[in-house]
């Protein structure tokens, strides 16, 4: 079992986000989560990827407990992929990408310049945007670049969040299929927030956020 989730709870003050989420998911699968604004969506997917304080529970990763773990055990091994922002803006478009390398690997300069070069011509993204800084990127753009910088690790565990925003269908058609080609090349478990349809119709397996919880949307 790739990724185990026990009585995940996330709470704010004053504010009940979830009460105790309990799922199990498989190497390869994409798992869509219906989202509407200010539903929780995005504090789900920090909630599962360890990245908010207090969270209750257990999200177990191939033996590595995500709620617990070291920032650089969580860092090479989940990529989260922001719904907008997330850019270092002091950094231009190439450290973006590659600086989960840089800071949490061994790599060379030549092996962390091949992988850039391969994750960004999977995703039609343009080298010529290296040297950009991120205020220079349309909203798409940001997004790849998120996304790219989200695989380039070759995560076990890939939290995207709402990943079709200003996408065009077509792109948007290429970009799922993308992520199942990196399933093949490196086994993940991908969740996506989402409140497109083909997304939904896509994945796996699908949910929608319902009384605290995740209910299963019906085929």
């Given at each position: 079992?790739?990724?185990t989730?026990?009585?995940l709870?996330?709470e704010y ?14 190497d ?5 989560i219906?989202t509407?604004?200010l539903?929780?969506?995005t504090?789900?997917l ?6 908010l ?11 590595l407990d ?9 860092a ?5 992929v922001y ?5 270092v803006s002091?950094?231009?478009i190439y450290?973006?990408?590659v600086l989960?390398l840089?800071?949490h690997t061994?790599?060379s300069d030549?092996e ?15 080298e010529?945007?290296f ?9 798409v753009q ?7 910088r989200g695989?380039?690790i070759?995560?076990?565990l890939l ?9 065009s269908?077509?792109y948007?058609?290429?970009t799922m299929?993308?992520l ?9 478990t991908?969740?996506?927030t989402?409140s497109?349809?083909f ?15 995740l209910?299963p949307?019906?085929?």
């Amino acid at each position: 079992m790739s990724l185990t989730i026990s009585k995940l709870h996330i709470e704010y003050p004053g504010q009940r986000v979830f009460d105790s989420i309990d799922l199990n998911f498989e190497d390869n699968e994409i798992i869509a989560i219906e989202t509407h604004v200010l539903d929780g969506g995005t504090s789900l997917l920090q909630g599962i990827g360890g990245f908010l304080n207090d969270v209750g529970g257990e999200v177990n990763l191939n033996g590595l407990d995500l709620l617990h773990c070291s920032p650089v055990k969580r860092a090479i091994r989940v990529g989260y992929v922001y719904e907008d922002q997330g850019l270092v803006s002091l950094y231009n478009i190439y450290q973006n990408i590659v600086l989960p390398l840089q800071f949490h690997t061994d790599l060379s300069d030549e092996e962390i310049n091949e992988r850039a070069s391969e994750v960004c011509m999977s995703l039609n993204l343009s080298e010529e945007l290296f040297t950009d800084h991120p205020h220079q990127l349309n909203d798409v753009q940001t997004r790849l670049v998120n996304l790219a910088r989200g695989l380039i690790i070759n995560p076990e565990l890939l939290l995207i969040d709402e990943l079709e925003g200003g996408m065009s269908e077509a792109y948007l058609h290429d970009t799922m299929a993308t992520l199942r080609e990196k399933q093949q090349a490196s086994p993940m478990t991908i969740i996506i927030t989402t409140s497109d349809d083909f997304v939904m119709e896509k994945a796996d397996r699908a949910f929608r956020i319902k009384d605290h919880d995740l209910a299963p949307e019906q085929p």
